[in-house]
């Protein structure tokens, strides 16, 4: 089975403090993706990358940055967290191509900014 | 921009019936569509994936149809249990975004005993 973990179930953090949220797959996949998940707003996507060190912004990528300096591991990054970075933050993973492959989801972490 | 719909946003209904949950979405040109679920402060399970030339994928109690033409996919769960109480998120995969997916918001499914 594809395993998807990811470094916290929870975390509380101040606003300013530089935040690292970290996502680890087990399945040698190419593509790893950060989601957010928002009541009312639904999942939408922050940063993907499809390949060591290579990186592609999502729909709302401003106050994150990512970074994939091994194939198995993607990290978000909050620079400066803010209140209205609270949220659940969803990595996932998939194998390379875009035209037939799943999405694999870990567990979330639940980001509280206070 | 790809706008995914769910509906209904919430569905209650006693155990052992059969329902459908609906998605709609406004760009029908995509590779494939995925149902997940969700669990309450859980991550996303991976029930179903239906290819764009595809029209139904089957998986135990779980049906899911695709009409990209009409932009419309349904997922059936038949002799609904308890257990099945979740939200289950359509999401779309479309030729001009790249790898991302477009969810939809959900439908929160309560299944009584």
């Known amino acids: 089975d594809v395993k998807v973990t990811q470094s916290s179930r929870y975390l509380v953090k101040r606003t300013g403090e530089k935040v690292f949220l970290e996502c680890v797959q087990d399945?040698?996949?190419?593509?790893m993706f950060w989601y957010r998940q928002d009541p009312g707003l639904g999942l939408r996507l922050i940063y993907f990358?499809?390949?060591?060190?290579?990186?592609e912004k999502g729909d709302i990528p401003e106050g994150y940055s990512v970074s994939r300096e091994k194939k198995e591991r993607f990290s978000l990054i909050l620079e400066s967290a803010s209140t209205n970075q609270t949220s659940m933050y969803l990595c996932?993973?998939?194998?390379?191509?875009?035209?037939?492959?799943?999405?694999?989801f870990g567990p979330g972490t639940r980001l509280t900014v206070l | 921009k790809q706008e995914v719909t769910q509906i209904p946003a919430a569905l209650s209904v006693p155990e052992g019936e059969n329902l459908v949950l609906n998605c709609s979405f406004t760009?029908?040109?995509?590779?494939?569509l995925q149902w997940f679920r969700q669990d309450p402060g859980k991550g996303l399970t991976s029930l179903l994936l239906?290819?764009?030339?595809?029209r139904e994928q089957t998986s135990g109690r779980l049906n899911a149809s695709l009409d990209k033409s009409s932009g419309r996919s349904t997922l059936y769960i038949a002799a609904s249990q308890p257990g099945d109480s979740a939200t289950y998120l359509c999401?779309?995969?479309?030729?001009?975004?790249?790898?991302?997916?477009?969810f939809g918001k959900g439908t929160s499914l309560l299944v009584t005993p």
């Open positions: 996932a993973s998939g194998p390379a191509g875009k035209v037939y492959n799943e999405q694999f």
């Open positions: 399945m040698d996949h190419e593509n």
């Open positions: 990358s499809y390949d060591v060190k290579m990186k």
């Open positions: 760009d029908s040109a995509i590779y494939n």
């Open positions: 239906i290819q764009s030339s595809q």
């Open positions: 999401a779309v995969r479309n030729w001009n975004s790249g790898y991302a997916l477009n």
